[in-house]
């Protein structure tokens, strides 16, 4: 972790490969609890807004051009396409020549990677709700190259639309039970008030379009949506936090957390911590690699429950992990908000974890 | 799955007494507002709002086009959220093609606004000063 506070960034120029999988699986042994997190962290009650804490699911709802509406699947269907990792009409149908560069909006002004002024705020350790998890995937098997950086494929683009549409979010696998899911924004998977859930969502590990193969572990259909009721009915930034539960897929037909690893999560910290980024911002290379920012979070205000940091992250980086205690030779740390927000003066923000947010990725768990 | 935990009024109870101001979200209106998710169906991508007082507009590469009538087309670029960006269209026509560039900035209104950090393919009308016939539509560079 780097524990300046300055802001840096970078983009990945590599992808994770071979090497550090088996380097992950080395160094899991030491990661069982994140450094740091006293392993009976005393939960202390959150700073609670948004009145109903429960989440709803809903199918991932699917549909090609030319279908008439969303595509209902049979219970048989659902169960073959486990073995086949999701619809193959869904997977094949979105080929990259299908995609142009969707050309990015960049913010106004590039803002300087600025030193986030540090306020007095909580600075309470954080629970633990899920350990990180390597990569379960023999090395035998994979075939990715050489690393040559910390980029991990532990976090990739989600595709809102199909792969390679022009509309997307970032998100990163978390290690439940199920192994299948993934924490983003709740707005990369419900519109929010008076909106629709989103369709064909295509989560790609690692996604990089400025190489030859630009999904180098394959492509995992969304199985189920989760998010907070106080996001869809009103909207509440503060509760904008999405799960999305997966097929098997990828290049291995195997799930998402098996075959990328799984940062942790936890709950009940300060709002004030060290943190890493990582993202698809349409303003940085067009999204089209993953991009990542880390320094120091800071509290945003006393009225409501976010996070704020100077990264300047615009469209597509929505849902991307906020981690903390991020080990660059494991590639993994633990989800402590997710993005949310921009505006015009580069500053991005998340929302606050608190137990609401774990239970409901236990919630989302459930949903396999 | 709707109802309503007391914990968060009493947290919210508690928390006046820390600070008044922790309970302003917390009283947003709507929590009781029940729903389920809405029935999903065809969706097209929304309609980013065409406007000359843009905030910060960039040149952006469209990805696609149609026709929507005789003297409008439709141009597909990726945005944020329409609440918060828009677009303007710049055309010149020839007898022989319709070149388009589309700018993108920030809603004067939204300029000081969290904007969710979305990025979502948006469509863009674009008017024309007489039929598009066979014309080709290509960029404007």
């Known amino acids: 972790m780097d524990s300046s506070s300055e802001i840096r960034y970078r983009r990945s120029l590599r992808r994770l490969g071979v090497a550090a999988l088996a380097a992950a699986v080395a160094t899991i042994a030491a990661l069982t609890a994140p450094a740091g997190a006293p392993a009976a962290a005393n939960p202390t009650p959150a700073r609670i807004s948004g009145s109903d804490l429960s989440t709803s699911s809903a199918p991932a709802p699917v549909r090609l051009p030319g279908d008439k509406g969303v595509r209902n699947y049979t219970p048989a269907q659902l169960s073959s396409f486990e073995r086949t990792g999701g619809d193959p009409e869904v997977l094949a149908h979105w080929t990259p020549e299908r995609m142009k560069a969707a050309k990015p909006l960049d913010a106004p002004g590039d803002a300087q990677w600025v030193e986030d002024t540090a306020r007095a705020v909580a600075s309470k350790t954080a629970a633990v709700a899920a350990k990180p998890v390597a990569a379960r995937l023999s090395p035998s098997v994979t075939n990715a190259p050489t690393p040559v950086t910390n980029f991990s494929i532990t976090n990739g683009k989600l595709f809102i639309g199909g792969y390679e549409s022009g509309s997307w979010c970032s998100a990163s696998a978390i290690n439940t039970a199920s192994k299948r899911v993934l924490i983003t924004a709740g707005h990369c998977v419900h519109d929010g008030q008076g909106g629709t859930w989103l369709q064909?969502?295509?989560?790609?590990?690692?996604?990089?379009?400025?190489?030859?193969?630009?999904?180098?572990?394959?492509?995992?259909?969304?199985?189920?949506?989760?998010?907070?009721?106080?996001?869809?009915?009103?909207?509440?930034?503060?509760?904008?936090?999405?799960?999305?539960?997966?097929?098997?897929?990828?290049?291995?037909?195997?799930?998402?957390?098996?075959?990328?690893?799984?940062?942790?999560?936890?709950?009940?910290?300060?709002?004030?911590?060290?943190?890493?980024?990582?993202?698809?911002?349409?303003?940085?290379?067009?999204?089209?690699?993953?991009?990542?920012?880390?320094?120091?979070?800071?509290?945003?205000?006393?009225?409501?429950?976010?996070?704020?940091?100077?990264?300047?992250?615009?469209?597509?980086?929505?849902?991307?992990?906020?981690?903390?205690?991020?080990?660059?030779?494991?590639?993994?740390?633990?989800?402590?908000?997710?993005?949310?927000?921009?505006?015009?003066?580069?500053?991005?923000?998340?929302?606050?974890?608190?137990?609401?947010?774990?239970?409901?990725?236990?919630?989302?768990?459930?949903?396999? | 799955m709707r109802v309503r935990p007391p914990l968060p009024l009493a947290a919210c109870l508690l928390a006046v007494v820390a600070a008044l101001s922790a309970c302003g979200s917390a009283a947003e209106p709507g929590g009781d507002t029940s729903g389920v998710p809405a029935p999903t169906g065809p969706t097209r991508p929304g309609v980013l709002p065409t406007r000359s007082d843009l905030v910060g507009a960039q040149v952006v590469q469209w990805r696609d086009w149609r026709s929507v009538d005789d003297r409008t087309i439709e141009v597909t670029v990726t945005a944020g959220p329409a609440d918060c960006y828009g677009a303007e269209p710049e055309v010149t026509e020839s007898e022989t093609a319709v070149r388009v560039r589309i700018r993108v900035g920030l809603l004067p209104e939204a300029a000081d606004k969290d904007c969710p950090a979305i990025a979502k393919e948006s469509v863009v009308p674009v008017r024309l000063t007489s039929a598009l016939g066979d014309r080709k539509v290509e960029p404007l560079s």
């Open chain 1, 200 to 368: 064909n969502l295509v989560f790609v590990p690692g996604y990089n379009a400025f190489n030859s193969d630009h999904d180098p572990v394959g492509r995992f259909q969304a199985y189920w949506l989760r998010t907070f009721n106080e996001w869809i009915d009103n909207s509440n930034l503060n509760r904008d936090v999405g799960f999305v539960t997966t097929y098997s897929g990828g290049d291995w037909n195997s799930t998402v957390v098996n075959t990328i690893g799984g940062h942790g999560l936890v709950y009940n910290g300060g709002t004030e911590f060290d943190t890493s980024i990582f993202g698809y911002p349409s303003n940085r290379d067009g999204g089209n690699v993953m991009w990542a920012c880390w320094g120091t979070a800071t509290d945003n205000s006393i009225l409501d429950n976010k996070s704020k940091i100077t990264c300047n992250f615009g469209g597509g980086s929505s849902g991307g992990p906020w981690t903390w205690n991020y080990d660059n030779a494991s590639g993994l740390g633990s989800v402590r908000s997710v993005m949310s927000t921009v505006n015009s003066a580069g500053v991005n923000k998340g929302p606050y974890f608190d137990q609401a947010v774990v239970d409901a990725m236990n919630a989302a768990n459930a949903d396999w």
